[in-house]
């Protein structure tokens, strides 16, 4: 007799975005006509760059001629483009090998499948807000999941655990708060997991839009982090592959767990890669080439720029109108304290209503994210422009 995975109802039914989706569908059914502007969504919104396109182009020629046809690659991904990102880290002094590199077709699937390959008994120490992903997957998983809480007084850099915890996630850039870890906060972290053997799983999908040259892109600017942490990367945010779809996933052969011997991680992870994943597009992989061409870095490093800009104007809007807004610099998403004593569906509903404006609540991200509201500078740089305008002049709030 089949039986489902009950652990799913230990989840929110519908991953809280589709609330937001249902409640502008209703205002504009009753408003026929009005343009909600969207400054909630994560997604990216400019076309790629010309140097990508014909990285793309180039894998799609190759699959057109018999002489350069491939079928089936490597499931690890391109021996290519693993050795570009080998070069990728070492032009950050980072030495990582080709070995350690494993190409996915994005941050959340490897993020949500990674702790599949650590022992059921573990224990997950997630940020309270978090990045839905880390959270659910472990929970669906059948795993103790932890909290660590995110709050203004600590710049929504949660100090390391205090109980014991086996496996951590941390993102920074953070999704949903903007916030960035300093060198020191993330040496805490790395000093802590190194003392009680446990792991860290980082997340740099935002590290691109780190202007500040003090602060840390990757986890192994950190001395002493090969041997507890593994890096999580993609190229959707920096690059505009949020539907190209192209990721990678560093474990290094130093990552001590107890028990076993070094590289065991590692060939972990192969196990579960060319058991259950079939290797990136090629096409798509000769795009990621592409981006990590000097000419390409160039041209995202531009594309970045543009959606800094967006945030530089949605950070400073709101903070002329006395609205308590953090993130934003070094990072993509606005994350907006609520006014007065609405929660964050209430200010959801007053921006919707008042300005025309969607943002995502908060508290989808977790009880601790409950009166905030997440804005990204995703947008088209017009669209969020008038969108700043019409919050500064139509919304009405109390400090
Ligand atoms: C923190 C974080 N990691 C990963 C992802 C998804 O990355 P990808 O498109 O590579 O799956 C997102 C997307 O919003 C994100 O916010």
Redesign the pocket.
Same mark, same amino acid.
């Given at each position: 007799m089949a039986t489902i995975n009950k652990n799913y109802n230990k989840v929110p039914p519908a991953y809280g975005f589709m609330e937001i989706g249902r409640r502008i569908k209703a205002f504009v059914k009753i408003n026929p006509g009005t343009e909600v502007m969207r400054l909630g969504i !994560?997604n990216t919104t400019q076309p790629l760059t010309a140097t990508i396109v014909r990285g793309l182009l180039k894998g799609v020629k190759k699959l057109a001629d018999a002489k350069s046809y491939t079928g089936y690659g490597d499931e690890q991904g391109d021996s290519r483009l693993r050795q570009a990102l080998a070069g990728f880290y070492e032009k950050r002094g980072i030495n990582i090998s080709e070995q350690e590199i494993f190409i996915s *077709? !994005?941050?959340?699937?490897d @993020?949500a499948n990674i702790s599949s390959i650590f022992g059921m008994d573990s224990i997950v120490a997630v940020t309270d807000p978090v /990045?839905p992903?880390y959270a659910d997957s472990n929970i669906i998983a059948g795993k103790k999941v932890v909290y660590m809480n995110c709050r203004q007084e600590n710049g929504f850099v949660p100090g390391i655990p205090k109980g014991k915890v086996d496996l951590i996630f941390l993102?920074s850039p953070n999704?949903p708060t903007g916030a960035v870890m300093t060198k020191k906060q993330l040496k805490d972290f790395v000093d802590y997991a190194n003392k009680k053997k446990a792991v860290i799983i980082f *997340?740099a999908? /935002?590290a691109e839009y780190i202007s500040d040259k003090n602060l840390p892109k990757s986890i192994y600017e950190i001395p002493g982090a090969k041997s507890c942490a593994i890096e999580?990367n @993609? $190229?959707?945010?920096w690059a505009g $592959?949020?539907g190209v779809?192209? !990721?990678w996933t560093v474990v290094p052969m130093d990552l001590a767990v107890e028990g076993v011997e070094k590289g065991k991680v590692n060939s972990l992870w192969n196990r579960r890669q060319t058991t259950m994943f079939n290797g990136a597009s090629n096409i798509v992989q000769e795009g990621g080439l592409a981006v990590l061409s000097e000419k390409g870095q160039k041209e995202c490093k531009e594309l970045v720029d543009y959606y800094m800009n967006n945030a530089r104007i949605i950070k400073s809007g709101l903070t002329k109108m006395g609205l308590e807004v953090y993130g934003g610099e070094n990072a993509p998403y606005i994350w907006l304290k609520v006014p007065g004593n609405m929660d964050s569906w209430d200010f959801f509903d007053s921006l919707l209503k008042e300005a025309r404006v969607a943002g995502t609540p908060g508290s989808i991200f977790g009880p601790k994210g409950e009166g905030y509201l997440r804005l990204s500078a995703f947008g088209n740089k017009e669209d969020i422009k008038r969108a700043v305008e019409s919050i500064q002049k139509n919304l009405k709030f109390e400090t």
């Open positions: !994560g *077709d !994005g941050a959340k699937p @993020s /990045y992903v993102c999704n *997340d999908a /935002y999580i @993609s $190229f959707s945010k $592959f949020t779809r192209l !990721g």
